[in-house]
């Protein structure tokens, strides 16, 4: 398996308090995604970085934000969490050059009470 | 936007069936297609993917899958399904044409029974 760190594995959080989710990797790989899986939607994008200090919008950015302030980690930040971001968090990585595919973390499942 | 159809959601079949599950993109530039596998519990795994040159691609576990351009479309393939394909199945497209945004499809849930 890639080497893909996604912390905490499980959470429980209570509406309106923030929350930070962290990806981690040692592939030294210069993307790096943030999806939420919801059953019937599949994984969607919620932001994605192209470099250090360099992030841009996914399909479902409202109430997320990002900072990749070094290679190696990717962190999306729950402002003020609501029910509606239940879900599980993947985060994956990818050279983005040649014919690479991306590398998937195990999952953050993320319960907002 | 960009988007990535998925037809089917559910899937039922037998063992020994043949499977064809369906992918479908819009986008105008140039793509790099994956179909990734989730089997419970665990996180997605590559099946295939395809980047260039011929447009029928094999990948692991016996699946293949079919670029036709013409048709934006990628569908996935197996000739013959096993029990231990029973999993959710993603069909991905990699839009090259700016900060390589990966996109998916909603899913299929296939479910193989004796």
């Known amino acids: 398996d890639a080497g893909i760190t996604q912390s905490p594995r499980h959470k429980v959080t209570e509406t309106g308090t923030p929350v930070t989710l962290r990806c981690h990797q040692t592939?030294?790989?210069?993307?790096m995604y943030w999806y939420r899986q919801d059953p019937g939607h599949g994984l969607r994008l919620i932001h994605y970085?192209?470099?250090?200090?360099?992030?841009d919008k996914g399909e479902v950015s409202d109430g997320y934000s990002v900072s990749r302030s070094k290679t190696e980690d990717f962190l999306l930040t729950l402002e003020s969490a609501t029910s509606s971001q239940t879900s599980v968090y993947f985060c994956?990585?990818?050279?983005?050059?040649?014919?690479?595919?991306?590398?998937f973390g195990q999952g953050t499942r993320l319960t907002v009470v | 936007a960009q988007s990535v159809s998925q037809h089917n959601h559910h899937v039922i079949l037998s063992e020994a069936a043949s499977l064809e599950l369906g992918c479908n993109y819009s986008?105008?530039?140039?793509?790099?297609l994956f179909w990734y596998v989730q089997y419970p519990g665990q996180h997605l795994q590559l099946l295939l993917k395809?980047?260039?040159?011929?447009?029928l691609v094999k990948g692991i576990k016996g699946f293949e899958a079919e670029f036709i351009k013409s048709k934006f479309s990628f569908n996935l393939r197996k000739p013959s399904v096993q029990g231990s394909d029973t999993a959710e199945y993603f069909c991905?497209?990699?839009?090259?044409?700016?900060?390589?945004?990966?996109?998916f499809g909603a899913g299929t849930r296939l479910a193989v029974h004796p």
């Open positions: 994956a990585i990818s050279t983005g050059t040649g014919d690479t595919e991306a590398f």
């Open positions: 986008y105008g530039g140039t793509v790099n």
């Open positions: 592939e030294n790989h210069r993307y």
């Open positions: 991905a497209v990699l839009l090259s044409g700016g900060y390589n945004m990966l996109i």
């Open positions: 970085s192209y470099g250090v200090k360099d992030t």
């Open positions: 395809y980047f260039s040159g011929d447009p």
